[in-house]
């Protein structure tokens, strides 16, 4: 009777590791060694001398290996069971493979249970009498296989220890149990089909006696299986029938909640959990689960709220509220709990707080920020440091324009993933470094890494920024043998080829893909395309063939079309495509409406430019610098200039572009020491300034006559003067204010710097200064040298747009077929100009200028 009742005590000792807890409980215990034995290896005789007496008790023996398998020591516990097999009369009893199996299954060693359950089949280990002791041993013995298939998501090997189950019994199992672990082993080994049948709820439903375990893993199922509204429809029956939910059932439902179709109330749910006390509201996992919801949701208020209630807080509370501010866009919420975490005794952050964080320093882009936290996890030994959150900061310096610190970074790490090199290698494409993107993906395939659908994303970006056509055509010819397809390829692909100007490829490629297999991204992708290489009415064709498609057009597809509208009629397309975006609600977007103040600037309507500008809710940097350039080419440069101190005061910070437009718009407009005061202004926004805004300067200059002016400037940048643009606008001021002798030193410079370009304009100018001398010699020296190095000037052309009718003019064009009354409407306008008092050039000036 002692025997029987002794096999009937569950193993229940090693249901858990090792923690404080159980080591409490275990003090309890009556010692089961001698205190002599101190060495590993006198503890390993004695216990197995232990185990090789007939006389020991099985009890003990388990007591012993439940200890060991608690303490974590699973090599010392598998020897001592193995000392029992050699020399037994019988095999060792089921409940002492239960203890060790159980063991495994409880430290997360899933394979070696497995192998030990197909040992004790091996050995015919199971009980062989139909008692409710031999039961309840199976009970044990089956449950644990079935958890570690479930582990270890071996499915297979799960239905045959499932069909094992149903051999040795002459009826379904009863124990909830081994049901509930049956349950668990198919909802965690099996991937979701729709096509394949419910085992899952199969088995749920056909279940004698069900508790919150049951259910809880059905939900859990259906989560999993992305299957919300089933998830919550079940969890409503279980709260109908009367079943308690536990802690883990609001953990289940939750993400639910937030992934469900419709409008749930989801604090009625919440409401329901106050409902069952504080000890379900203050469960970490519970708090953890629900701010979750609430931020996927967009009610950051609520989970804030969730979060600020919660008496304790762990790391993973405080990540989970980090990255919901990060989800919902308060990045500085985000950060601040960030900064408070660094700053608390109580919680430690981990890999998982500084990756949430570097997110949205990312999107602040606060390098300075950025770099303090780099700092700080260098001083906490930067080694230890996940390699995701290496890969983070590489992220947050290439956000915030730090290439080369990235690089610095990416360079260090003593070890990288695929996610490493893309990470880089698409860091140098999205800053406009192509070519080191590209000679990286060299790299990392000399590493023997495998390009993948991420590195091809950035190869193909590369090719359609460089316009590479070579590139280009390698990628995608890598991607069909190797049968990459990822989402986007198709608009990737259309843009490259578009890009490097095989627009009738691209077509192809649009048109091979039919048309319910196009998505927004590649109709936008075809429009692009045809806009960027001036095929308007293409463009406008793809346009309307995708609103026929049922298609909603966003920014960006009506953006490239407005900038398509060029000032050779295209003012009433524009005005069509704006109307078409206040119909649809899209000129309030500031893509759409930076677009639209570029366009009507373009055509010449500056008053509309200020008007849609003036109307817009939202204005970034772009939208600005836009408007600035428009004011100045349209001669406006006062007001560009105010707009440019109330820019600054509203706290949008310029860029390098913005400062072209301004001092352009200063130069057009003859502000000099405004534009000069602007110039200098640039170090106090930490911009540097490029060869563009030196030509500005010198064109700033020059216009106003300061001429030797702009000379000590252009001398003063040393190195950074060595550019043809620069001395370029240096030698037109020359020739427009007649500083003939100071043009030629120009000149002489000028061409040192232009032997590697082929530019014919300076050439022209420089002909041009010899002739105004009278020079003649020179003249024909310079024009011979451009016929010599094939050098030829691109005629000049204007146009004007009157009656819905484009008509262009190109310099001394003779075959155009108005040709007498174009050229006797000049005549009547030259000696208009006379009789008023103006000066036309000298024709000797231009003489000759025909034949090239």
């Known amino acids: 009777m002692s025997s029987s009742s002794s096999s009937l005590v569950p193993p229940l000792l090693v249901l858990c590791p090792s923690n404080a807890a159980t080591s409490s409980s275990s003090s309890r215990l009556p010692p089961l060694l001698p205190s002599s034995l101190t060495t590993p290896a006198a503890t390993i005789r004695e216990e197995s001398d232990h185990a090789k007496s007939p006389k020991r008790p099985t009890a003990l023996l388990r007591a012993r290996l439940s200890r060991l398998c608690k303490e974590g020591r699973l090599d010392r516990a598998r020897r001592l069971f193995d000392s029992i097999l050699p020399g037994a009369a019988d095999p060792p009893p089921t409940l002492l493979w239960n203890t060790l199996l159980i063991g495994y299954v409880c430290n997360s060693l899933p394979d070696d249970a497995l192998r030990l359950y197909a040992l004790m089949n091996m050995n015919n280990s199971f009980p062989r009498s139909a008692s409710a002791s031999a039961s309840d041993s199976d009970h044990y013995t089956y449950s644990s296989a079935l958890k570690a298939c479930a582990h270890s998501r071996r499915l297979r090997l799960g239905r045959s220890i499932h069909c094992h189950l149903i051999r040795r019994s002459s009826a379904p199992p009863k124990n909830p149990v081994l049901n509930n672990s049956l349950l668990n082993m198919y909802a965690c080994a099996s991937d979701p089909e729709p096509a394949r049948p419910d085992v899952v709820r199969a088995l749920f439903d056909r279940m004698p006696r069900r508790n919150a375990v049951s259910w809880n893993t059905v939900v859990a199922w259906y989560v999993r299986s992305c299957r919300p509204n089933d998830a919550l429809a079940l969890f409503k029956c279980m709260i109908e029938a009367g079943i308690r939910p536990s802690t883990v059932s609001f953990v289940n439902v939750f993400p639910a909640v937030a992934a469900a179709d419709g409008v749930i109330c989801h604090d009625a749910l919440y409401g329901l959990l106050i409902k069952h006390g504080k000890e379900y509201a203050d469960d970490l996992f519970v708090v953890s689960s629900a701010i979750c919801m609430f931020s996927e949701l967009g009610d950051i208020k609520s989970a804030r709220q969730v979060f600020d209630r919660a008496d304790d807080k762990n790391t993973e509370v405080w990540n989970t509220m980090i990255n919901g501010h990060v989800q919902n866009g308060q990045y500085v919420e985000a950060i601040d709990l960030f900064l408070q975490i660094l700053g608390s005794e109580a919680v430690n952050a981990d890999g998982v707080t500084f990756l949430s964080s570097l997110m949205a320093i990312s999107q602040l882009q606060d390098v300075k920020l950025g770099q303090q936290v780099h700092a700080y996890l260098i001083k906490d030994n930067l080694s230890a440091v996940p390699l995701i959150v290496r890969n983070a900061l590489i992220v947050m310096y290439s956000r915030c324009g730090r290439v080369q610190s990235a690089f610095d970074l990416f360079c260090q790490m003593p070890k990288r993933d695929i996610v490493s090199w893309n990470t880089m290698i698409t860091c140098f494409v999205q800053n406009g470094f192509d070519l080191e993107g590209i000679l990286l993906v060299y790299e990392m395939q000399k590493k023997g890494l495998i390009v993948d659908s991420v590195t091809s994303t950035a190869l193909l970006s590369a090719a359609s920024n460089l316009s590479s056509i070579r590139i280009g055509k390698e990628t995608h010819g890598y991607l069909l043998r190797h049968g990459i397809q990822f989402e986007g390829m198709e ?94 609600y899209l000129d309030d977007n500031v893509f759409v409406g930076t677009a639209l103040v570029d366009m009507y600037s373009k055509c010449g309507d500056i008053f509309a430019a200020e008007r849609v500008f003036e109307g817009m809710p939202v204005k970034n940097t772009v939208t600005y610098t836009t408007m600035l350039s428009a004011l100045g080419q349209h001669g406006l440069g006062a007001r560009a200039l105010s707009l440019f101190h109330t820019m600054e005061k509203l706290g949008t910070k310029p860029d390098a572009v913005t400062f072209v437009a301004v001092i352009s718009a200063c130069s057009y407009s003859g502000l000099v020491d405004d534009g000069l ?108 040298e451009m016929r010599e190095r094939g050098l030829r000037k691109v005629p000049g052309s204007s146009w004007i747009y009157v009656d819905n009718a484009a008509h262009r003019f190109n310099s001394r064009d003779q075959k155009h077929p108005e040709n007498f009354q174009i050229y006797s409407m000049l005549q009547e306008l030259t000696l208009e100009m006379k009789s008023s008092g103006f000066k036309t050039l000298d024709p000797c000036i231009l003489d000759g200028v025909a034949e090239f």
């Open 677 to 784: 005061a602007v110039y200098y202004s640039m170090e106090k926004f930490g911009i540097a300034a490029t060869p563009e805004h030196h030509c500005c300067v010198v064109d700033l200059m020059g216009r106003a006559g300061r001429v030797e002016e702009a000379y000590e400037f252009v001398n003063s940048l040393g190195e950074d003067g060595n550019f043809v643009g620069i001395w370029g606008s240096l030698l037109a001021a020359c020739k427009v204010h007649g500083k003939l002798e100071l043009g030629k030193l120009v000149s002489e410079r000028l061409f040192q710097l232009e032997e590697e370009y082929g530019i014919a304009g300076y050439h022209v100018l420089h002909s041009n200064l010899h002739a105004v001398e009278g020079n003649w010699d020179n003249v024909d020296r310079v024009r011979k």
């Open 491 to 584: 608009s990737y692909l259309v843009d490259m080829y578009a890009k490097s100007g095989c627009v009738e490829t691209a077509r192809q490629l649009f048109d091979g893909n039919s048309p319910p297999n196009r998505d927004q991204v590649t109709w936008n992708a075809m429009i692009a395309g045809y806009t960027q290489s001036g095929q308007t009415e293409q463009a406008i064709t793809v346009f309307r063939a995708m609103l026929e498609e049922g298609w909603e057009p966003n920014a960006v597809t009506l953006s490239p079309l407005l900038s398509a509208c060029d000032p050779v009629g295209g003012i009433q397309a524009g005005k069509q495509i704006h109307g078409f975006a206040i119909r649809h």
